[in-house]
């Protein structure tokens, strides 16, 4: 891996990895309109309803909750400069709005806060839940905990209820996220006070690598990377903790079934039920 001499810190480790993904054909060419600023921030279409609560799972544990969950035919997307960042949809068995975020592409830094407001500002939501992973071995506590105890965690921009207090605990300093769970509860703390927020954070045993400096064109062989899989208990907490902030509950998530139990009787790349906008 080329090391820059001017960068202001070394890489840490999690980020020396191999390039074989640099050497993969991708048909989407990379334009200057991707590299290093928001030109465009929006959802498609334009119309989506509004006033609904938003239920938004980021990353990895969203593509493997999305595989499990009944999510139905793609109602939408979110796209920055055109790059769509996020899927749409509305299932029968909610009357919220769900995005699966990032599981094409991964935002750079400066891209997700014109995200994070493009959705808020066109849902208008009632209240916000939100899914995302921690590192496990890199949180910081007095007795460190090994991946497979590791409990879920929460965030919050108010005061939580004594049900999910008992569940979960706190995402505690002087730990971090820098995902864009973190820019959503940001943006609601200061421009959207009134709406309430909640993060849930599932463990994951890997050190995310830091978000990457160009945002890259959508990829769906991203789907088809899965880096853990969760227990179905784990996932179903998760998903109970998300729906009852807001009021709601979700149908059991049942872990996909497998052929010869290793892989999935859907593709891996199915989300909803496989139709995307492009």
């Known amino acids: 891996m080329d090391v820059d001499p001017l960068a202001d810190t070394v890489p840490p480790r999690h980020a020396i990895e191999s390039d074989e993904e640099e050497d993969e054909y991708n048909p989407l060419p990379i334009t200057g309109s991707h590299l290093d600023r928001v030109n465009e921030a929006k959802l498609i279409p334009g119309d989506l309803p509004q006033g609904k609560s938003l239920v938004i799972a980021t990353g990895d544990i969203a593509k493997y909750w999305a595989r499990g969950a009944d999510l139905g035919e793609q109602s939408g997307g979110g796209y920055v400069n055109k790059v769509q960042a996020g899927l749409i949809f509305s299932p029968e068995w909610t009357i919220s709005t769900i995005i699966v975020s990032e599981v094409l592409t ?36 007095e007795q460190p905990v090994p991946f497979e105890d590791a409990p879920l965690r929460y965030l919050a921009t108010h005061a939580v209820d004594d049900t999910l207090k008992s569940k979960v605990e706190p995402f505690a300093p002087p730990n971090l996220i820098q995902s864009t769970s973190a820019s959503f509860l940001s943006v609601l703390s200061a421009s959207h006070s009134e709406v309430h927020g909640t993060l849930i954070l599932v463990p994951s045993p890997h050190i995310p690598p830091p978000p990457p ?7 769906f062989l991203h789907l088809e990377q899965d880096t853990v899989e969760w227990p179905q208990a784990t996932i179903n907490l998760a998903q109970d903790l998300l729906f009852s902030s807001i009021g709601e509950t979700a ?28």
């Open 106 to 141: 991964r935002l750079p830094v400066w891209s997700m806060h014109r995200y994070v407001s493009a959705i808020l500002d066109a849902l208008k939501p009632s209240k916000v839940v939100l899914l995302d992973t921690y590192s496990a071995p890199a949180y910081i506590s």
């Open 213 to 219: 400096k160009v945002l890259n064109p959508s990829n």
């Open 251 to 278: 149908p059991r998530w049942v872990q996909p079934t497998r052929h010869d139990g290793t892989s999935s009787t859907r593709k891996k790349s199915d989300v909803g039920e496989g139709g995307m906008y492009i």
